[in-house]
């Protein structure tokens, strides 16, 4: 079993729609948590640290569930340019970070 | 957030040759930097950790002698590729953390590195 799984996707959703991602990890001992984007052909941006209690910007929701060991990600009113790659990053603690291998996310028009 | 920079974006070199990519930490100061690399449709795969003032900390399976790392200051980490050869064509990309209640990498913007 992977140490941190993600569905790859793609999940093709029209604009507007909403879509929620999960991220599955096994170390329960992990320490924090995180979402990044990547764009193909470029590097992962920071989207979001996920806090215990669950945090929110803009359309971006993420939620840590530490009982089941799942993060997730909801993006609400999505939009043409929230088509990449979602990577879910989990820190195992001194600075050891396991990658999801990312979930493909394409909003068509 | 953080500004994390790398140079050069873009090389192509021959085989046998020695590329030097830079990273560099902008806006803050960098005691670990994490080195990647990705092929096409593929995930990051990390490489090796980087410590400044100390040797860095290769993942397993990547040669040492091949990719030297050099983390000489708060601010500078380098990646050597010496020899390099057409299987080692890649995309290079480096992070710097930023320590702080969540430790947070921060990415460079990578390098595409074609060896012919």
């Known amino acids: 079993r992977k140490e941190v799984e993600q569905d790859p996707g793609p999940f093709n959703v029209p604009e507007g729609a909403t879509v929620a991602f999960n991220c599955t990890y096994s170390n329960s001992a992990s320490q924090s948590f995180f979402w990044y984007r990547q764009d193909c052909r470029k590097e992962p941006k920071l989207l979001m640290s996920v806090y215990s209690s669950g945090n929110e910007d803009g359309r971006f929701t993420a939620q840590l569930n530490r009982a089941s060991q799942y993060i997730s990600l909801l993006i609400r009113d999505s939009k043409l340019s929230d088509s990449a790659t979602y990577l879910c990053v989990v820190n195992k603690g001194t600075y050891k970070y396991i990658f999801g291998t990312g979930t493909r996310l394409k909003v068509l028009a | 957030g953080a500004v994390v920079s790398q140079h050069p974006s873009r090389v192509i070199c021959k085989s046998g040759t020695s590329v030097k990519i830079e990273c560099r930490s902008l806006?803050?100061?960098?005691?670990?930097m994490f080195w990647y690399r990705q092929f096409p449709k593929q995930s990051l795969m990390l490489m090796a950790t980087?410590?400044?003032?100390?040797?860095?900390?290769?993942e397993q399976g990547v040669e040492k002698d091949k990719f030297l790392i050099n983390h000489a200051s708060l601010t500078l980490s380098t990646l050597t590729v010496t020899s390099a050869h057409p299987e080692d064509s890649s995309f290079y990309i480096c992070?710097?953390?930023?320590?702080?209640?969540?430790?947070?990498?921060?990415f460079g913007p990578g390098t595409r590195l074609t060896v012919l």
């Open positions: 992070s710097a953390l930023w320590v702080a209640e969540y430790n947070e990498q921060f």
């Open positions: 980087s410590n400044e003032g100390s040797k860095a900390t290769y």
């Open positions: 806006d803050f100061q960098a005691t670990t």
